[in-house]
């Protein structure tokens, strides 16, 4: 049997997909980049038993008691119940400190991200061995509760340093990007809903099965075409791609006017594509630029035109 320490902590990623959110939850493939710009630790250290309330945590977003009703705290709090029924440990006092460079609700994994990290926490923690496999249902029993319905993309790509083909029964296929352009990551300052978006096109394909499902679809030939433009290195196809992507994803409803805006300011910047990214309905936006300087010139521009924040991303990784 394992013993516990005196402290656990665990760490993971931000990610961007990089085409088929949203068709992905339906059969389609996507592709999804680690994004180490970005990243959230979870820190677990244990308090003397008489401490009252017997668990806290710490965050940007709230603090006090562990199991108080939160909706960022949902994924966690399920993770813990599921954790100490299968391992019948006496629950520790413990406080729990996360530490987030990670916009929440913008398209960027945080919800993954601190499923993630702090299931690493716990099993460091309690020096227990933690497969992959094993991560991956604790994070999808989290990931269930922000999403309804997640494909189980998110899941993968925060614990990666690679680039990720995925399609959900299949087998995931990790790849590098060998790109001398550069992604512009921009974050509308607006939080997205994931859970309705993702409900959003459900209820389009009920309304209109025939209509939804081709653009579905679609998004899908998109994503396979984009792997032999990664694979070419054919960046103009690529960025083509992407904004073929967008309209897409505006016709299913899930883009807002803050990201169809960002995305035109990155076009007229002379981005060779741009889209939103991530759940959508908010969020943030990729655009892709040929060189640094392009990249950094629309960067400029999109926050003069009302990005919140920006990021650089090479792909070379
Ligand atoms: O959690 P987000 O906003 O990064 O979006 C995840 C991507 C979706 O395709 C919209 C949902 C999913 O589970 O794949």
């Known amino acids: 049997m394992s013993h516990s320490q005196s402290e656990g902590s ?15 939850v339906h059969g389609q493939p996507a592709i999804a980049l680690p994004f180490s710009s970005v990243q959230l630790t979870v820190l677990m250290n244990a308090c003397p038993d008489h401490s009252s309330p017997s668990v806290t945590i710490k965050s940007d977003y709230y603090q006090g008691y562990f199991f108080q009703k939160h909706h960022h705290l949902e994924g966690i709090q399920a993770i813990w119940k599921a954790f100490f029924e299968k391992y019948s440990y006496p629950e520790p006092h413990l406080s729990i400190q996360i530490n987030s460079s990670i916009p929440a609700e913008r398209g960027m994994g945080s919800s993954a991200a601190l499923a993630t990290a702090f299931t690493r926490a716990l099993f460091s923690y309690f020096n227990l061995e933690l497969t992959g496999e094993l991560l991956n249902q604790y994070v999808n029993l989290a990931e269930k509760i922000a999403h309804g319905n997640p494909s189980g993309i ?16 299949h087998r995931p296929r990790f790849f590098d990007m060998h790109s001398k352009s550069y992604l512009v990551v921009a974050d509308t300052g607006q939080t997205g809903n994931t859970r309705q978006a993702v409900q959003a096109v459900s209820d389009l394909l009920t309304e209109f099965p025939d209509q939804a499902k081709k653009k579905i679809d679609s998004i899908g030939d998109i994503v396979s075409q984009m792997m032999s433009a990664i694979h070419s290195d054919n960046n103009e196809m690529l960025g083509q791609l992407m904004t073929q992507n967008h309209e897409l994803l505006r016709a299913l409803k899930v883009s807002n006017q803050s990201l169809d805006q960002l995305v035109q300011t990155a076009l007229k910047s002379g981005a060779l594509g741009a889209k939103m990214t991530g759940g959508g309905r908010g969020g943030c936006m990729i655009a892709l630029g040929n060189s640094l300087t392009k990249a950094k010139e629309i960067a400029q521009n999109l926050e003069n035109t009302g990005a919140k924040q920006t990021w650089l991303m090479n792909l070379n990784h």
């Open 154 to 169: 998110d899941a993968l790509i925060v614990k990666s340093n690679q680039s990720l083909f995925f399609q959900k029964n």
């Open 10 to 24: 665990g760490q993971a990623y931000g990610k961007i997909i990089l085409a088929g959110e949203h068709a992905v």
